[in-house]
């Protein structure tokens, strides 16, 4: 069964700093896959996608992440945190085809200190 | 444009009654999904209809229901509500197909509360 997993429940990072956010799948294929950004009582914004080709992906606001296919990952990354960066963070697998939806991994939420 | 729009925007009912949760796609799109997300936890699909069909159920008992109507728009329906329905109830809609790699929008969702 496909599964994602985000280790890290909820990190800490001063304004400025990086930021690297953990995800690893497991799936039987190759899946498409996908970083969606939650800010408190609204809905999920995609930040970025990942199909194939190139496995670094650029993303909107400033975000970017790497697929690595040997270790099942697909770590978001940000080189310079703003403090409206801090969010719910998902990392989420879909099928390369047919319908079965996406999976989300339970989220890492992300504090900003100034 | 609108983006996607879901009413109400919270909502609090007892053990045992049924509710009924309205989303409205972006214009264009054709593929609603229902997501619910219980705190502290990643969204987890429920429905998604496309063209009117359901296209997927996710691993809900039978209390849940929904439909997707000419206009697109769609209803979610749960019945003989359970304090563990308690949680945010996300549409997202998608213009094309049923396909992950079609880009799914998502509205602020409906908080249900079950005393």
């Known amino acids: 069964a496909q599964s994602v997993t985000q280790p890290d429940i909820h990190i800490t990072v001063s304004e400025g700093a990086s930021l690297e956010l953990r995800c690893n799948y497991s799936?039987?294929?190759?899946?498409?896959l996908f970083w969606y950004v939650q800010s408190p009582g609204q809905g999920l914004q995609l930040l970025l996608k990942?199909?194939?080709?190139?496995?670094l992906v650029q993303g909107i606001k400033g975000f970017e992440a790497e697929f690595k296919r040997s270790q099942s990952s697909f770590n978001l990354r940000k080189p310079s945190v703003h403090w409206s960066d801090a969010a719910e963070y998902f990392c989420?697998?879909?099928?390369?085809?047919?319908?079965?939806?996406?999976?989300f991994g339970k989220g890492t939420r992300l504090s900003v200190i100034a | 444009d609108a983006g996607v729009t879901q009413s109400p925007t919270h909502l609090i009912k007892t053990r045992g009654q049924h509710v009924t949760l309205r989303c409205s796609p972006i214009?264009?799109?054709?593929?609603v999904s229902w997501y619910q997300q219980v705190l502290g936890q990643g969204p987890q699909f429920i429905f998604q209809?496309?063209?009117?069909?359901?296209?997927g159920r996710g691993n809900f008992p039978d209390r849940f229901s929904a439909r997707q109507f000419p206009n697109y728009s769609s209803e979610l329906n749960v019945n003989a509500l359970l304090l563990g329905d308690s949680a945010l109830y996300l549409c997202?809609?998608?213009?094309?197909?049923?396909?992950?790699?079609?880009?799914?929008?998502f509205g602020d969702g409906t908080r249900l509360s079950i005393l």
């Open positions: 997202a809609s998608s213009l094309e197909g049923t396909a992950s790699n079609q880009p799914q929008h």
């Open positions: 799936y039987g294929a190759t899946p498409y």
């Open positions: 990942y199909f194939s080709g190139d496995t």
């Open positions: 989420a697998v879909g099928p390369p085809s047919g319908n079965t939806p996406l999976v």
């Open positions: 214009s264009g799109h054709k593929s």
């Open positions: 209809y496309y063209e009117k069909e359901e296209r």
